[in-house]
């Protein structure tokens, strides 16, 4: 029987919207065009190499009406007067708003918020806008464009570490965006420094995650689990790290206990469509 994981998406929209997990139980071959198909188009494009922002942007405004249209060329082109730096950062602020609330297009949203975070170059402004790149990663497959993300919320996460070098969680932020975004050819360029902050901080959950993905993505599925049950003893229901440690055991051929935490996650989920995909799921393990 062909394997099919399946895993809950959290990642940048829970910075966006402020909560904790969002999304539905899917299979990895079907997760780009289930969640991401509208905001990735211009990454498909652009697969041989790498991609500039202007081709994200040319291609999100062909799926918006000729008036948003002129409402974004309106920002894009107005005129700059009086203080200058104020006056970009509500421009950029103005159009992030604008592809958030109505275009619902998440590349251009988290590029002018990172434009205006630097300009504020605030350790708030700069860490909000690069978590925003980094969650992103967790949730495209997309190599292209995971390393337009990674190589944009890098910049973010350096300029933050440059105001405070000891926040852990922009090292750790910077550390995912080189084991989740190709912009590295050394993994450990960015595991080394999140294990140093967990070994220091075992309690350090972000810490915890990344790197319990981390494995997960290198095939090491016990350690992966190890992690992600740091995290379940602190946070019982948290649904994602339940996902994560079904899809590893699945992964790794442990029907039983794959079996286990997939119920423990259908207890959990409220929407229709997952708890159905979870049972589908439950019953081929059986077999």
């Known amino acids: 029987m062909k394997k099919q994981a399946f895993i809950l998406i959290g990642g940048a929209v829970i910075s966006v919207i402020g909560l904790l997990t969002i999304g539905s139980v899917i299979p990895p071959a079907k997760r780009n065009k289930t969640l991401v198909a509208a905001n990735e188009h211009a990454a498909h494009e652009q697969k041989a190499g790498n991609i500039d922002f202007k081709d994200i942007l040319l291609a999100a ?72 790149f980094a969650d992103r990663l967790l949730v495209v497959d997309d190599p292209a464009l995971q390393s337009w993300l990674a190589n944009n919320g890098k910049v973010l996460f350096e300029k933050a570490l440059q105001i405070n070098p000891n926040n852990d969680s922009s090292r750790i932020g910077l550390g995912s965006c080189y084991i989740f975004g190709n912009i590295s050819s050394n993994p450990m360029e960015g595991i080394l420094p999140i294990r ?23 095939g090491q599925y016990d350690k992966a689990i190890e992690r992600f049950m740091v995290i379940l003893r602190k946070e019982p229901a948290n649904i994602e790290v339940i996902f994560h440690i079904a899809e590893c055991y699945d992964l790794k051929g442990d029907k039983v206990n794959a079996i286990q935490y997939y119920e423990n996650a259908k207890k959990l989920v409220a929407i229709p469509e997952a708890k159905k995909e979870l049972e589908k799921r439950i019953e081929e393990l059986k077999k």
Do not use: C
């Open 61 to 132: 405004k062909r799926g918006i009406t000729n008036d948003q249209n002129a409402r974004i060329n309106a920002l894009e082109n107005a005129v700059i007067r009086g203080d200058v730096k104020e006056q970009q950062i509500h421009i950029y602020h103005q159009l992030a708003r604008f592809w958030l609330d109505s275009a619902h297009v998440f590349e251009p949203y988290a590029f002018y918020t990172g434009e205006a975070a630097k300009l504020e170059n605030s350790e708030k402004s700069l860490t909000f806008a690069a978590r925003l």
């Open 196 to 218: 140093a902050i967990v070994d220091k901080d075992p309690g350090n959950l972000y810490g915890q995650m990344i790197l319990g993905l981390g494995g997960k993505k290198s």
